[in-house]
């Protein structure tokens, strides 16, 4: 019963991402051009690849059936089934800018691993899987919000936006990580 509920968390995720994707036209308004515009739309879509029943962490699942290639969600890039490495503590799942994104296997956390010291946590970004994914999608809700013009970029604003976000992902220890990833600059 447990898989079912992890399938239908990577499953939410990719169609609500999905329905986050803009209009071109809107994007076109905004005079980008077209390769611009077609990177940014193509990167809400997630193509299935292939069913998997060999995972309950719906991270795993989403890279492992999932062409998540595409994805860009404030600089956190998910890693391709291929490129999923793990040793005794982490498995690393993606990047966060030039720095890993990897998953804690004794708290199950997902975390940021200093890409210089990778037993040196930067960062804390959710209390597992299930949290990130949902803290991930509002990431990308309040990103493309922000981007199109329809809700302020004040750090005021930012500020609070951040610390919804860190209530989905299991707290306040988690602030850091939204504060950055939504370009936070205040203090």
Do not use: W
């Amino acid at each position: 019963m447990g898989y079912i509920n992890n399938k239908m968390k990577t499953t939410e995720f990719v169609i609500k991402l999905k329905k986050l994707r803009p209009d071109a036209q809107i994007l076109r308004g905004f005079d980008f051009d077209e390769d611009f515009i077609n990177e940014y739309r193509n990167s809400f879509d997630i193509l299935k690849l292939k069913e998997s029943n060999d995972t309950l962490d719906p991270i795993l699942s989403l890279i492992r059936e999932y062409n998540v290639s595409n994805v860009d969600i404030g600089l956190v890039r998910f890693n391709n089934e291929n490129e999923v490495l793990e040793n005794n503590r982490y498995i690393y799942i993606g990047n966060f800018d030039a720095d890993y994104l990897a998953i804690d296997k004794y708290t199950n956390e997902i975390i940021v691993l200093s890409c210089e010291d990778p037993d040196h946590v930067l960062v804390k970004c959710s209390k597992d899987s299930f949290s990130f994914l949902s803290a991930l999608y509002e990431v990308a809700r309040i990103n493309n919000e922000l981007f199109l013009g329809n809700i302020s970029s004040n750090d005021k604003n930012i500020k609070e936006l951040a610390e919804s976000i860190a209530k989905v992902s299991g707290g306040d220890e988690y602030l850091d990580f939204y504060l950055l990833i939504l370009g936070y600059e205040g203090e």
